[in-house]
């Protein structure tokens, strides 16, 4: 929790504040903007004075009840008859309240995938995704990130700076769930490229036209040629998913996995960095990565606020009155820092915080997820053994908005050092060339945006 974040009365910014004029909204307290984006625990510990949920303002015009209370938010994730995730049943949506370009309706529309799902079909779909990653060999996806961690920093390596968000997490995350899914060059490179426009807000619609044919193009090709990657299994597996369920499946897991991984290792990397705790300490030790992880989870969870239920029937949530439709948000980041919790917190098991959620729709792939975080960070340290922030870390900035806590960018510094060559033990290395027999390999040329996935199956197969 923020040491100075114990406000007596609202944050800078909350229309309950006074500072706009206000009071005219009720009192709903905005999860957007950049006073939220600074501080967003000053704003949970304001709603907490609320009760264990409040309303909030999730972006102009779309209103909701955030979760605060750890107890409350396990009821919600819990209790699938009372509380459902088909966003269909949103009321304030279906009576046309929510403006319709408004850029959180992508993140809560519904799809027909086991995000959005109840019951028996999202015990159809939850288990044809569950059955397929549990497929994934963990040693071979830890050399593949080791893999991709070696060629992104030897983008940036004898430089002796460069942005640990945009051009590693960021990057880290896209290239391993590419492999992870099975993705030719051709596809992959569009897949990198929509999914990094869409992150950073760059001609929406025209990205998720290109994701989804892009997806489509996909499962096309996985139709007639399947392999051993996620795309392939969830395709045969006996709940027979449709061209269309496996597109939307896929937009979940990509979606869902990449940007919440990219700001889990950057948020780590952050604390690494800045904390005398973890800075002042030998950086390649695995334990003190995992704890830092562990402690990202608990106090900077990458998604924030997200979990969106939907009541069906109006009910009381410890005392606070829901109606049949309204939007009710899990705010992880609060739960987890609920000062109930503070006595014994740190006491629990590593997984008893909620930023993998928690029931029947906790994220199916978190454990690949943390895999893949702590090999990228212990990858990086040692590559770089004094690496630090370009800048001081109160002096980065976070994105705004309701669902994450991302950094902007992760400015660092280092002395340079020469670039690794491509692992020549690669599984994918070209014929299974012996290192007694290989040439050096020839430099490959840092990729455009638009070829980082083929640039880097180019480097890896020298």
Known sequence: MHPHSHPQSPPPGCPAHGADGGGDDGGVIPLHGPEFAADPQAFYEYLRKQGPAGDVELAPG??????????????????????????????????????ADSPVLPMLAYRPNCLFSDGADHMRLR???TDSLAKVDSHRLGRHVEHVSTYLANQFCDRGSADLLAEYAKLVSLLVFNELFGCPAEIGDRLVSAMSDLYDGVNAEQANAQLTQSLLNLVALKRRRPD????????????GLT???????????????????QNLIANSLQLLLSDERYSGGQHGAGLLVEDAINEVLWNSPPLANYAAHYPTRDVELSGVPLRTGDLVMVSFAAANTDPALSASRYTFSKRAHLAWGAGPHACPAKDPAQLIAITAIEKLLNHLPDVELAVPAAHLTWRQGAFQRALESLPARFAPV????????????????????AAPPEPVAKPAKTSWWSTFLSWRRQ
């Open 418 to 437: 020469r670039p690794e060559r491509a692992p020549l033990n690669s599984p994918w290395a070209a014929g299974g060339r012996s290192a007694a027999a």
């Open 62 to 99: 779309v209103r909701a009840t955030l979760v605060t209370e750890y107890a409350a938010a396990l009821k919600v994730l819990q209790n699938t008859d009372l509380f459902a995730r088909d966003s269909r049943r949103w009321r304030a949506l279906n009576e046309g309240e929510v403006p």
């Open 228 to 239: 051993a990657d996620v795309t392939s299994w969830l395709m045969q597996h006996h709940a």
């Open 243 to 261: 061209d269309e369920e496996m597109v939307h499946q896929l937009v979940t897991l990509l979606g869902g996995g990449s940007e919440p991984v």
């Open 127 to 129: 288990q044809a995704v």
